[in-house]
């Protein structure tokens, strides 16, 4: 052939491909750039490229603390950046730049990719923490790749792995006794509102409002606090609407979406998605629930807005996992059932919300508050987070510590005890001694 | 060519009388005080070590030695905030280090100690390890050195870190971690190192 035409058909299909690219990466077919797996964390947004990326300048550390500053301040961070700013750390980051998240979480790796988004080996530990077998001597038979997996450090959040903790709580307490979660004093924008209750004859609604609907409006916290159909339905004065959005419940309830959007459930929100569908799940999920919609009203029925529906049946009714099809065998749903039919003390059932939705003492507005963490992911990974604020109201720390090490015993949802014992309480109470 | 040579000599006259009028007198472009008086590292140096030093005396005597040991009211622990306690001096005095490196990094600054009850204080490069050995034969003279960490020039400069207050001897004495449980009043416990940093 003529070098001439070759040339020709070489430069057309090399524009040609540019302009395919071009239209792909600005709207188009974004998946075609994506260069692996994205991490589980991280796969709901992974088509929001510009979210982590800056075109030709990486990944800013500024990216990753966008969404996870917040989270990592609360855990206390042990390692945070500004703890290794000191020069005197060069050595040590010239062998593992700790105050760069990518460091240790690359994405798009998934052949390097461990628990925790980690892609590090496992023992990355010694790098910095070589010395610990002669400071502790304790240590000496134990090898690095079990400091962070066995129960008895995190990398980020030790507040309930600390040695002194270990010592306050680990003294021969029982393993379990009842107790119950504290109750919730929620915050609400518009507290304050002097209102009567409302009764199903004050129902300002549209004709095609059913009984049943009206029924379980009026049996609802909403009706108690004269919330109206109109107040969700005609928001600040707009025309009706059957399907008022999400906006409409933060409207009132400020803390909540903060921390949906935040975890799981509602992150691609946070990117500017349609919101996620359990098809698009990583775990199992209920075959009949694959194309719901995870909005508020997907959890919280948005008539009768019973809470205690939103804390089990709204889980299970997409979550198909083991750890959750477990749950109706475990003492924990006992507890659970207890309280449903009034035998059991408020707030001593174990729902999944009790421990993935949990119950936190904030300072809202000058004031104490409970209020529930709307991020399902905040105390779940490493599941150790769980410890403080949950597991303790009923539990002693050495159940704890050794139930959530044993994955077989979180896959059966706490049927039976635990199958190893962590030592880490021992240790410590055997340097105090 | 003299004709040359005057114009030269104009132009230049002309040049000089509009940047007098442009800078005003004396070149300061800003018209206030010069304020580059040239301090030397040494002088910054000793200068935050004098802050630092008095902060941390305030912090040990008027704070924690007082409302811990003679009015006790409330205790200073290492787990503060679990402990609804004040922070540990030394605690006190690595947040306002890491403070400060959020705003700047000119310089830095820390807490050291040749018996130190967290390792992760003990003297790391040979300029800690000689000044804090320098500081325990003799308190009263600061060590000067400079050394270069990660491919940057360092100025550093080492103070000794005395025990003030009584409640630093109690403390480190006690501490299950602490290698040396003989200190007494007045002695040397350790050093601040500064670092600042020459471009």
Not at chain 1, 198 to 224: F, K, N, Q
Request: aromatic share 6%.
């Amino acid at each position: 052939m003529h070098p001439r035409f070759l040339t020709f058909v070489w430069i057309m299909t090399t524009v040609g491909l540019a302009a395919y690219l071009a239209i792909q990466i600005s709207g188009g077919n974004r998946s075609l750039f994506l260069p692996g797996r994205t991490s589980d964390g991280h796969h709901q947004i992974e088509l929001a490229c510009d979210a982590c990326h800056t075109p030709f300048g990486g990944v800013r550390q500024e990216a990753c603390l966008e969404c996870h500053q917040a989270e990592l301040a609360a855990a206390e961070d042990s390692h945070a950046g500004s703890k290794f700013a000191d020069p005197r750390n060069a050595g040590d980051l010239a062998r593992l730049d700790v105050r760069q998240c990518i460091t240790c979480h690359i994405e798009h790796r998934p052949e390097i990719t461990e628990a925790m988004g980690l892609t590090l080996p496992v023992d990355f530990c010694h790098h910095c923490h070589a010395n610990v077998v002669v400071e502790r001597p304790t240590h000496r038979d134990m090898s690095f790749d079990t400091c962070a997996s066995a129960g008895c450090h995190n990398y980020h959040d030790n507040r309930s792995l600390y040695e002194d903790f270990l010592v306050r709580h680990g003294n021969g307490l029982p393993a379990t006794i009842p107790a119950a979660l504290p109750e919730r004093k929620a915050w609400i924008l518009r507290e304050g509102v002097d209102r009567l209750p409302l009764t199903a004859g004050d129902a300002d609604r549209t004709t095609s409002a059913t009984p049943e609907l009206i029924d379980a409006w009026a049996g609802s916290a909403h009706a108690s606090a004269a919330v109206a159909c109109s107040d969700c339905h005609r928001s600040q004065g707009s025309l009706w609407a059957d399907h008022p959005s999400d906006r409409v419940c933060g409207s009132c309830h400020e803390l909540e979406p903060q921390g949906f959007v935040a975890g799981k459930h509602g992150m691609r929100r946070s990117a500017d998605f349609n919101p996620m569908t359990p098809s698009q799940a990583r775990l199992p999920m209920q075959p009949d629930s694959m194309s719901r919609t995870l909005n508020c009203g997907a959890c919280h029925d948005v008539h009768a807005v019973n809470v205690r529906h939103a804390a089990v049946d709204a889980c299970l009714s997409c979550h198909a996992d083991e750890h959750s099809l477990a749950y109706s065998g475990s003492p924990h749903f006992r507890l659970w059932q207890a309280v449903l039919s009034s035998e059991g003390e408020p707030g001593s059932g174990v729902s999944c919300a009790s421990c993935h939705l949990p119950r936190e003492r904030r300072r809202v507005a000058g004031e104490d508050r409970i209020v529930v963490q709307h991020n399902q992911n905040a105390n779940l990974r490493p599941n150790e987070k769980m410890i403080r604020d949950v597991c303790l109201t009923c539990h002693s720390l050495t159940l704890a510590i050794d139930a959530l090490a044993d994955p077989d015993l979180v896959r059966r949802n706490f049927v039976g005890l635990p199958s190893r014992h962590v030592r880490s309480i021992d240790m410590a109470l055997s340097r105090k001694n | 060519m003299t004709h040359l040579l005057s114009n030269c000599r104009l132009w230049l006259m002309v040049a000089g009388a509009l940047l007098t009028v442009l800078f005003g007198c004396g070149g300061n472009p800003s018209g206030g005080p010069d304020e580059s008086v040239g301090i030397s590292a040494k002088v910054m140096a000793d200068a935050l070590h004098a802050v630092m030093e008095s902060d941390r005396t305030v912090y040990a005597t008027r704070v924690v030695h007082r409302l811990q040991d003679q009015e006790k009211v409330i205790r200073a622990s290492e787990h503060w905030r679990d402990d609804k306690a004040l922070p540990l001096p030394a605690q006190m005095f690595r947040m306002g280090a890491e403070e400060a490196s959020n705003k700047t990094d000119t310089f830095s600054y820390s807490l050291l100690s040749k018996w130190p009850i967290n390792k992760k204080n003990a003297p790391r490069t040979e300029m800690e390890i000689a000044g804090l050995d320098r500081v325990a034969k003799d308190p009263s003279k600061p060590f000067y050195g400079r050394e270069s960490l990660g491919g940057v020039e360092y100025f550093m400069a080492v103070y000794a870190d005395q025990a003030v207050s009584p409640a630093c001897v109690t403390c480190h004495n006690a501490h299950q971690d602490s290698p040396r449980n003989d200190f007494e009043l007045g002695d040397t416990m350790g050093g601040i190192v500064i670092r600042i940093r020459l471009r």
